[in-house]
Nanobody, 123 residues
């Protein structure tokens, strides 16, 4: 599976961004998808995940209703809508794909990773 993330950029605190991740190379509709992020000097952390059907979603505790993950299986794309952004949301955001099993929240649950897209939130 090849993953291409896009949509990062510079935004002011309180603003919004929508990240996209286009997948290719495997039947996307049977693959769980997730977003992770890694800030400088910190470990990679789980942001959100969506099951292959789109019926199940998980979010990191810090999201608190600000982010929404969704997918369009017809376009082989997963999205992360991020609202009410905070400076502490600044990080490189990675999309990831999991083949088989249940939807997970750990890095070890995912088999394929995209290259990452940088999100910078200014105060």
């Amino acid at each position: 599976v090849q993953l291409q993330a896009s949509g990062g950029g510079l935004v002011q605190a309180g603003g919004s961004l929508r990240l996209s991740c286009a997948a290719s190379g495997r039947t996307f509709s049977t693959t769980h998808m997730g977003w992770f992020r890694q800030a400088p000097g910190k470990e990679r952390e789980f942001v959100a995940g969506v099951s292959w059907s789109g019926q199940t979603t998980y979010y990191g505790d810090f999201v608190k209703g600000r982010f929404t993950i969704s997918r369009d299986n017809a376009k082989n794309t997963v999205y992360l809508q991020m609202n009410s952004l905070k400076p502490e949301d600044t990080a490189v955001y990675y999309c990831a794909a999991a083949v088989g099993g249940d939807l997970g929240i750990g890095s070890y649950d995912y088999d394929y990773w995209g290259q990452g897209t940088l999100v910078t939130v200014s105060s």
